[in-house]
């Protein structure tokens, strides 16, 4: 599941039973994000090396065809550099982080996507056959090297979508909210094009993205509101693509509007988490997206999260949210947006509130390490549980949606 990710921002290829390259606005699993230049892993070919410089395309068949390019061309220095495109999804190029020719075996990885390909080059060099891996998911994908008669087009992007006034107040104008369907697998909230959209959302979910607080810091919050889940497609009274402060005044009121949503604030001690630095420091990478945007956190499958200029409240509400069963605290002192990549094992314990089954125990000495190692060796920081006075929201009214 992904909360995601304003047009042509934020770029998320998932596997979630298939594989799939989507356009996401969102704040807990994907959130308008700009993938900058990769470093290019460039390796010395051989005079007698096959040229590999051209454009590549195949179709992944992975419940629907999706047509895939991939531009190679000649690194500075020798070796290659490479473009991918998903054209029936997004127009914009993934730049391809490493990509090598040894022999007739070429391989590509695109680290923020945990990404990555291998395939053999034939005998006379007009084809690729190789698999495509992500999330621990294989699906093989065959490319053809085009030519000028055979090359597919490549769709131009849509202008991008300015942002709303700083100072603008929005509102939804219009909502609409229906049931999810009840063979509905994913979960998602969205800022798409010049709409919010959402999938299999509850109450419950609704009211922590809104608020960013965990649903164990909601008190009296009726059985149906976590168990009822609801799609919504909401087009809001100003232009733009919101900030972060703006999608969520706008949830806020949506929830007063529809759900009739009343509440007042307390304080009670709870079993929570406390983010801290580490003594040795912080191994975060400051981030160079806008500031004031909307951060992109998006999973690549369970356990394999990619954080782009997110704040550490982004962080923790994500966790919190998603991951774990108790709110965490930012003790960090950390301000400012980050870009990281969190690689875990996940146990039992966690993605509980996604209904996710976790893989079986695994001795692998190349597994990830588990949740707690992986925040101190990865991102130099430290989770750890306890009990401690924590902010909490206490229901005083709340109704079923009103009708659309």
């Known amino acids: 599941m992904t909360r995601m990710m304003p047009d042509c921002s934020a770029l998320k290829l998932t596997f979630s039973g298939r594989m799939l390259l989507s356009l996401a606005v969102t704040l807990v699993f994907a959130l308008p994000i700009f993938i900058g230049s990769a470093d290019v892993g460039q390796a010395q070919a051989p005079s007698s090396a096959p040229d590999i410089v051209a454009t590549w395309q195949g179709t992944l068949h992975a419940g629907q065809d999706l047509r895939t390019v991939l531009k190679i061309t000649k690194a500075d220095g020798g070796g290659y550099k490479a473009d991918f495109y998903s054209i029936d999804q997004v127009p914009q190029p993934i730049p391809v982080t490493k990509i090598t020719l040894d022999g007739s075996t070429l391989k590509y990885t695109i680290t923020p996507f945990d990404l990555k390909y291998e395939g053999k080059l034939s005998a006379d060099g007009k084809t690729i056959e190789?698999?495509?891996?992500?999330?621990?998911?294989?699906?093989?994908?065959?490319?053809?090297?085009?030519?000028?008669?055979?090359?597919?087009?490549?769709?131009?992007?849509?202008?991008?979508?300015?942002p709303m006034a700083a100072d603008a107040n929005p509102s939804f104008e219009v909502a609409t909210i229906k049931p999810t369907k009840p063979d509905e697998q994913r979960r998602f909230l969205v800022w798409r094009g010049h709409q919010m959209e959402t999938a299999n959302t509850s109450l419950s979910f609704l009211i922590s993205f809104?608020?960013?607080?965990?649903?164990?810091?909601?008190?009296?919050?009726?059985?149906?509101?976590?168990?009822?889940?609801?799609?919504?497609?909401?087009?809001?009274?100003?232009?733009?693509?919101?900030?972060?402060?703006q999608l969520k005044g706008m949830v806020q009121k949506l929830l007063a509007e529809r759900f009739k949503l009343t509440f007042h604030h307390d304080t009670k001690e709870l079993s929570v988490y406390i983010l801290s630095v580490t003594k040795s420091g912080d191994k975060l990478t400051k981030s160079a997206g806008d500031p004031n945007g909307l951060p992109g956190l998006f999973f690549q499958g369970l356990g394999k999260l990619n954080v782009r200029n997110a704040t550490m409240k982004?962080?923790?509400?994500?966790?919190?949210?998603?991951?774990?069963?108790?709110?965490?605290?930012?003790?960090?002192?950390?301000?400012?947006?980050?870009?990281?990549?969190?690689?875990?094992?996940?146990?039992?314990?966690?993605?509980?509130?996604?209904?996710?089954?976790?893989?079986?125990?695994?001795?692998?000495?190349?597994?990830?390490?588990?949740?707690?190692?992986?925040?101190?060796?990865?991102?130099?920081?430290?989770?750890?549980?306890?009990?401690?006075?924590?902010?909490?929201?206490?229901?005083?009214?709340?109704?079923?949606?009103?009708?659309?």
């Open 130 to 162: 190789g698999t495509s891996t992500q999330g621990g998911n294989a699906l093989a994908l065959i490319f053809t090297r085009a030519t000028p008669e055979t090359e597919w087009a490549i769709p131009k992007p849509p202008p991008p979508i300015p």
């Open 210 to 245: 809104a608020y960013g607080i965990q649903s164990k810091q909601v008190i009296g919050i009726p059985p149906w509101a976590e168990t009822e889940k609801f799609d919504i497609t909401a087009k809001p009274d100003t232009d733009g693509n919101p900030s972060d402060k």
């Open 314 to 404: 982004d962080f923790t509400g994500l966790m919190q949210n998603t991951v774990l069963d108790r709110p965490v605290l930012d003790q960090t002192g950390l301000t400012g947006r980050f870009d990281f990549i969190l690689n875990w094992t996940p146990d039992d314990s966690q993605f509980g509130g996604m209904g996710a089954k976790m893989p079986p125990p695994t001795d692998s000495a190349s597994a990830p390490p588990n949740l707690y190692t992986a925040i101190q060796e990865q991102i130099g920081l430290k989770l750890e549980a306890t009990k401690a006075p924590a902010e909490v929201t206490v229901i005083d009214h709340v109704e079923e949606p009103s009708a659309n």
